[in-house]
């Protein structure tokens, strides 16, 4: 299994509701923050990956909620991967306050798509590598 954690950040003023929690679709956001940052620390990026003519769309996102989180709360987002993608990757997260408390928990997996036939792809063989080399 592959680990990854973002550096703690706090949560903005502009990430909370009415109520003072944070706004459930920021969650989600927090999610994709943890895959850039996962992409960039293994030398590939979402950038990289357009260049050379893929695209990952999200097929899947579910989010479970434990505890509340509010405006500066320190918080860390927790990236796992359990396989070697194929023409999906699945993604794994938990994001923690600065208590240690996991405050909510979820998934994703986004498909490998050519931008320009604009179809499912096989995850690139050099993606794959930089993968297994953290395994």
Request: aromatic share 12%; hydrophobic share 40%; charged share 25%.
């Given at each position: 299994?592959?680990?990854?954690?973002?550096?703690?950040?706090?949560v903005r003023y502009s990430e909370t509701d009415q109520m003072?929690?944070?706004?459930?679709?920021?969650?989600?956001?927090?999610f994709e923050m943890a895959r850039i940052e996962w992409l960039n620390s293994i030398g590939y990026s979402y950038k990289?990956?357009?260049e050379e003519g893929i695209v990952m769309p999200v097929?899947?996102?579910?989010?479970?909620?434990?505890?509340p989180c509010f405006f500066d709360d320190l918080l860390t987002v927790y990236l796992y991967i359990?396989?070697?993608p194929q023409t999906r990757i699945f993604f794994k997260y938990m994001i923690t306050n600065q208590l240690k408390n996991k405050v909510a928990y979820g998934n994703?997996?986004?498909?490998?798509l050519?931008?320009?036939?604009?179809?499912?792809?096989?995850?690139?063989k050099n993606f794959i590598d930089s993968?297994?080399?953290?395994?």
């Open positions: 299994m592959i680990e990854f954690s973002t550096v703690p950040f706090r003072g929690f944070v706004h459930h679709s920021n969650y989600l956001k927090y990289k990956l357009e097929l899947t996102a579910d989010l479970k909620f434990k505890k359990n396989e070697i994703t997996s986004l498909a490998f050519d931008t320009r036939k604009r179809i499912p792809i096989r995850c690139p993968i297994q080399s953290l395994l």
